[in-house]
């Protein structure tokens, strides 16, 4: 059975960094793009960052420059490095496989993760 398990999650003061961590089981990243997503109270899931098997990588307006995708493959992990944290990066943040970008919007298929939660202090 394909599993994803998200952790690095936690608290951060704004301008602050984390690394979240994503976990393959049942499957090899090596096989599929992979991404990362997160949703806010009240708002909608929003496609963070994705990497593919080419390792061309995708990110939200909203968090180039700030944010690293980066994969393992003899862990089968994918990691998102998160730098210059800001509020409105608050989220709960889930990995899944495999992506799609559609009109300019990234999209999990799949497989998701239950989710580690992000809470950044202004």
């Known amino acids: 059975e394909a599993q994803l398990v998200e952790s690095g999650g936690g608290l951060v003061q704004a301008g602050g960094s984390l690394r979240l961590s994503c976990v393959a089981s049942?499957?090899?990243?090596?096989?599929?793009?992979v991404g990362w997503f997160r949703q806010a109270p009240g708002k909608d899931l929003e496609g963070v960052s994705s990497i593919n098997t080419d390792g061309s990588t995708y990110y939200a307006d909203s968090v180039k420059g700030r944010f690293h995708i980066s994969t393992d493959n003899a862990k089968n992990t994918v990691y998102l490095q998160m730098n210059s944290l800001k509020p409105e990066d608050a989220a709960v943040y889930f990995c899944?496989?495999?992506?799609?970008?559609?009109?300019?919007?990234?999209?999990?298929?799949?497989?998701w993760g239950k989710g580690t939660p992000v809470t950044v202090s202004s």
């Open positions: 899944a496989a495999p992506t799609i970008i559609s009109g300019g919007a990234l999209f999990g298929l799949d497989y």
């Open positions: 049942g499957f090899t990243f090596v096989d599929y793009s």
